[in-house]
């Protein structure tokens, strides 16, 4: 069973950068997407990128500011973040999945506990 955990979440200013790691443990036969999800306070949880064999789709709200990579070797999943902004504040999860570059978390079943991630102005 595939375990994934976040780290790399903080507090900083806007206009500065982050980046998230999700370490993978574990075998998921059949896994096609990596992804990043967030959750602001009193929102809905929302993708904000996913990579399914080097292809890459992100989220309007982060175009050209997020970038998601993996590293295969490391077996670690990586949300580069410039450019932060105060929405951007979120608790950011990680999650795995069997299906083609979807942003929608019901093509999801395996998730991270989440990082925090808060940006102030």
């Known amino acids: 069973q595939v375990q994934l955990v976040e780290s790399g979440g903080g507090s900083v200013q806007a206009g500065g950068s982050l980046r998230l790691s999700c370490a993978v443990s574990g075998s998921y036969y059949g896994r096609n997407s990596m992804a990043w999800f967030r959750q602001g306070p009193g929102k809905e949880r929302e993708g904000v990128a996913v990579i399914s064999r080097d292809r890459t789709m992100y989220a309007d709200s982060v175009k050209g500011r997020f970038t998601i990579s993996e590293d295969n070797a490391k077996n670690t999943l990586y949300l580069q973040m410039n450019s932060l902004k105060p929405e951007d504040t979120a608790m950011y999860y990680c999650?795995?999945?069997?299906?083609?570059?979807?942003?929608?978390?019901?093509?999801?079943?395996?998730w991270g506990q989440g990082t925090q991630v808060t940006v102030s102005s």
């Open positions: 999650a795995a999945g069997p299906y083609y570059l979807y942003l929608d978390e019901r093509f999801y079943n395996c």
